[in-house]
């Protein structure tokens, strides 16, 4: 695998969130959201020479990055749905913007429509839940391979 060289700026964020993950216990680092902090770090260094949203994202992650201190400290609901709307928010303008998607995104797609076609499978097989499971199967394979595809192309955050 090909190493990519990351800024100035991604390499200290990264390791201010790196920090915190090892610290943390995971429960508490998903709750926190950091894995996804970091790959949304990642992804608006990858468009911010190009993309003046997301330079300006870069001030926004470096402030929730400096700020995870504060936060884990004086935890608070409030204090807690603010950071993780900021990270959304983030991610919102990279699939808007830049068609990417998060990780496992087609699988669920499939997974939901797989109910849907199981139906009519299974009105054709004049077995309504055995129609579904296969539904849901196939929406599963297709979505698991569309994720994969979709990773092998860069697109996922």
Known sequence: MEIEARSDWYNRT???????????NKR?????????????????DDFASYCGECYMFQQEVTTLAQDLGNLIQLPGKERRKSHIKKINNIVKHLK??????????????????GPAM???????????SVGIGIGI??????????????EKEGKVI
């Open 96 to 113: 808007k913007e830049h068609k990417l998607i998060t990780e496992g995104y087609y699988r669920g797609m499939g997974m939901m429509i």
């Open 14 to 24: 990264a390791t201010e969130i790196n920090l915190y993950q090892d610290t943390l």
């Open 118 to 128: 199981g139906t009519s499978i299974g009105a054709a097989l004049d077995n309504i």
């Open 137 to 150: 199967a196939i929406g599963f394979v297709i979505g698991n391979y569309m994720d994969k595809k979709a």
């Open 28 to 44: 508490d680092s998903k709750k926190y959201k950091l894995d996804l902090l970091l790959r949304v770090a990642n992804r608006v």
